[in-house]
């Protein structure tokens, strides 16, 4: 019996820390990426709108500490001072009294008002999608991402999944030790690539069941959900290039876990560059008359297929 109980506590505290280390996960690994999450709070991220949301969260978050020091303080000195082995008798004069009730609605509504102005000026700043210089369509699927690009990346289209080493690893008795994978279930095959410094707008739907593309450093998550599009925008600070992880935040089914979103910042002109490279990847030039093609012997294949 003890031993059971033991065993089961030792799985139960090994269940705890590796909730704890995917948690920290995406700080974990900021040594290799650019990840600005310390594992305890909110990312300051590298957008405006993540710092933005990082102020406010802190603002409410010491406006509560405020309070609660308030309210417990009074509390414990009327509990410790007010006892009855000290004799204290009850103060009645204070029952339905109008003015203590007039007072105790007002703090409050003028406290939530000064947490709501500037959530509600944050809110309607993230839904305004307007003057984007970027759309990519976002594809959820069980599981992975499909990026289409649309304006400048026009044509470009692919898919984005678990890396292998991470599939790999994670099959049962894959006998390889997740430690020993770089970025172990945060890595993908081909990571969305954007431009700093430009407004980027997110076409996010899914075919097949709801799920949610989230990057906590440009402080965006939203849910991709088949038969609807939704948007979100961010625009990543210039001079912040670098490799930026999330993950699908919606319960998606088996492999829920293992479909990161990895998201490769580069400076405009090496977007540029890159954008260039999968066109031409996809269009491959013309071959100059005369000059031997090297797809020939295979064409009548296909013609002969289709007949
Ligand atoms: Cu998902």
């Known amino acids: 019996m003890r031993v059971n109980r033991a065993g089961a506590g030792n799985v139960w505290d090994s269940r705890l820390v590796a909730t704890c280390c995917a948690v920290a996960g995406l700080s974990e690994t900021a040594g290799a990426n650019t990840n600005t999450s310390n594992g305890y709070n909110l990312p300051i991220?590298?957008?405006?709108?993540?710092?933005?949301?990082?102020?406010?969260?802190?603002?409410?978050?010491?406006?509560?500490?405020?309070?609660?020091?308030?309210?417990?303080?009074?509390?414990?000195?009327?509990?410790?001072?007010?006892?009855?082995?000290?004799?204290?008798?009850?103060?009645?004069?204070?029952?339905?009294?109008?003015?203590?009730?007039?007072?105790?609605?007002?703090?409050?509504?003028?406290?939530?008002?000064?947490?709501?102005?500037?959530?509600?000026?944050?809110?309607?700043k993230q839904e305004d999608t307007r003057n984007s210089e970027l759309s990519i369509r976002v594809t959820g699927y069980q599981w992975k991402w499909q990026y289409q690009y649309m304006d400048a990346g026009e044509g470009v289209d692919f898919f984005s999944t678990l890396k292998q080493d991470s599939n790999f690893a994670r099959q049962l008795d894959s006998g390889i030790d997740p430690k020993s994978v770089p970025n172990y279930l945060l890595d993908v095959d081909k990571p969305l690539v954007i431009p700093s410094g430009t407004k980027v707008r997110l076409l996010l739907t899914s075919m097949d069941v709801i799920h949610a593309w989230w990057v906590p450093d440009f402080g965006v998550k939203r849910d991709a959900i088949p038969g609807f599009i939704n948007e979100l925008w961010f625009k990543v600070t210039p001079g912040k290039e670098g490799l930026y992880r999330g993950q699908c935040a919606a319960l998606c089914g088996r492999d829920h876990g293992f479909m990161p979103i990895v998201v490769d910042v580069r400076s405009p002109a090496d977007f540029q560059k890159w954008v260039l490279e999968q066109k031409a990847a996809l269009n491959p030039p013309a071959l100059p008359a005369g000059a031997p093609a090297p797809a020939a012997a295979a064409e009548p294949v296909k013609t002969a297929r289709l007949d």
């Open 45 to 124: 991220g590298v957008t405006d709108m993540s710092k933005a949301l990082y102020g406010l969260h802190m603002e409410v978050f010491w406006i509560c500490v405020g309070i609660a020091v308030v309210v417990f303080g009074v509390m414990i000195y009327s509990l410790v001072t007010f006892r009855q082995s000290k004799g204290a008798i009850p103060d009645t004069t204070m029952v339905h009294s109008t003015k203590v009730e007039i007072i105790w609605t007002i703090i409050p509504v003028v406290i939530l008002v000064v947490m709501a102005v500037p959530a509600a000026e944050l809110i309607i």
